[in-house]
């Protein structure tokens, strides 16, 4: 499988997946290998790797192969070239991993621009993520969905990322039996609603970037090793104020809807101020 993702770009449907549980799951598995080919270029940046970089970094680009243009979807593709002609895109079918088309298609993290583009632009991106919720295509019991709430974010619609992740910390984690929509594999379903709580995410990991969402508590600490604090706040959030209408890093206005790393090694005050109606030009830029 690696070898063919290495000659084409992409896992042809002829070739198998042998290291996969079912075989096949060859677009899910170009997907991947793309994003672990990104974390790997930054490595190989960081050490001064040059050329394994540059290498890697093409590759990363690979994700392409398999977003048909036809659609914007992810699709299975032959050694010739050619996409299958069959299509849904809510179809669970034997080349994507325990999902379908739109499930999986969101899963470049490292490249969103790219993938907005590769959908036709801003608006038909915008237009597709909203149909994930509308349509009630979004499946947060499968793991690779877990990024495309935070995705309006990089259309400059954070408030349409607070609102849904906001609804699914509500609908999707119930003190219950069974609350869990899905299995925590690797304490993953845990770990996406404990970031979502404190208010950022890791859309990218292999990147410095924390995505915004919307903070569940009004108050947290994170002690850290350093023994220096980073403490978010915010004061009004409530079952209602789940809009953010302003941010202040440290007593300055902060309109960036993601934070870094070293914001929060550093440690600081982070502050969102609340409301009940989206404030549309917070972090829209």
């Not at 790997?40 to 394994?52: H, I, P, V």
């Not at 770990?191 to 969402?213: D, E, L, Q």
């Not at 409530?238 to 202040?248: L, W």
């Amino acid at each position: 499988a690696l070898d063919s993702y290495l000659k084409y770009g992409y896992i042809p449907l002829e070739d198998s997946v042998k290291e996969a549980f079912h075989k096949a799951e060859q677009v899910s598995r170009t997907l991947e290998y793309a994003y672990d080919d990104y974390v790997l270029s930054q490595l190989a940046k960081d050490w001064g790797y040059k050329e394994d970089a540059k290498l890697l970094e093409k590759r990363a680009q690979n994700y392409r192969n398999v977003i048909d243009p036809r659609t914007g979807y992810a699709q299975g593709r032959h050694k010739d070239g050619h996409f299958l002609n069959e299509f849904n895109a809510v179809k669970f079918c034997s080349f994507i991993t325990e999902g379908t088309p739109c499930h999986y298609t969101w899963y470049v993290p490292h490249d969103i621009k790219g993938l907005m583009n590769c959908m036709g632009g801003k608006q038909e991106f915008v237009v597709r993520l909203d149909s994930m919720f509308t349509e009630k295509r979004y499946w947060h019991g499968n793991e690779p969905c877990h990024q495309i709430g935070y995705l309006f974010n990089y259309a400059g619609m954070p408030w349409k990322t607070q609102q849904t992740i906001h609804h699914i910390m509500e609908t999707e984690y119930l003190k219950i039996p069974g609350g869990l929509s899905g299995n925590d594999d690797a304490g993953q379903m845990s770990a996406w609603y404990i970031f979502s709580a404190m208010g950022f995410y890791p859309v990218c990991p292999g990147t410095v970037n924390y995505v915004i969402g919307a903070p569940l508590f009004k108050k947290l600490t994170l002690n850290l090793p350093s023994g220096r604090k980073f403490i978010v706040s915010a004061p009004d959030v409530s079952s209602k104020n789940i809009y953010i209408q302003r941010v202040k890093w440290n007593g300055k206005d902060y309109d960036k809807n993601y934070i870094t790393h070293s914001m929060i090694q550093q440690g600081g005050f982070l502050e969102f101020v609340m409301g009940s109606s989206p404030n549309k030009h917070w972090g829209s830029s």
